[in-house]
């Protein structure tokens, strides 16, 4: 079993920056891949980044609406999986989920995930 806390949600202001981490505790393995979820209120559950684990030589994916202002990185050490969001958009406004799959391959649906915390709020103010 894997038990996922995520922190560093908040309210910020359009163009803003927030670190959002998550510490993994219980079996947690470098080979892990751990991921960042969002849903916003009335929309699906849908991936925002997700970095593979050692034997994928820690790829990251981003999706297209975060790529360049995100950026996600893992320290296997402190089992933690950090986002960091600058230039935040009204449209970021979201619950933000961490996820831990071991599921190899591109993983990118919520099924593909077995481990979830709990979320964080971010909420972007224009």
């Known amino acids: 079993q894997v038990q996922l806390a995520e922190s560093g949600g908040g309210l910020v202001q359009a163009g803003g920056s927030l670190r959002l981490s998550c510490a993994a505790s219980?079996?947690?393995?470098?080979?892990?891949?751990m991921a960042w979820f969002r849903q916003a209120p009335g929309k699906e559950r849908e991936l925002v980044s997700r970095?593979?684990?050692?034997?994928?030589?820690?790829?990251?994916y981003y999706a297209d609406s975060v790529k360049g202002r995100f950026t996600i990185s893992r320290d296997n050490a402190k089992t933690t999986v950090y986002l960091q969001m600058n230039n935040l958009k009204s449209e970021d406004t979201a619950v933000y989920y961490c996820?831990?799959?071991?599921?190899?391959?591109?993983?990118?649906?919520?099924?593909?995930?077995?481990?979830w915390g709990q979320g964080t709020q971010v909420t972007v103010s224009s």
């Open positions: 970095i593979s684990g050692s034997g994928d030589s820690y790829y990251a």
């Open positions: 219980g079996r947690t393995f470098s080979s892990d891949t």
């Open positions: 996820a831990v799959t071991r599921v190899l391959g591109m993983t990118v649906l919520p099924s593909h995930y077995a481990y």
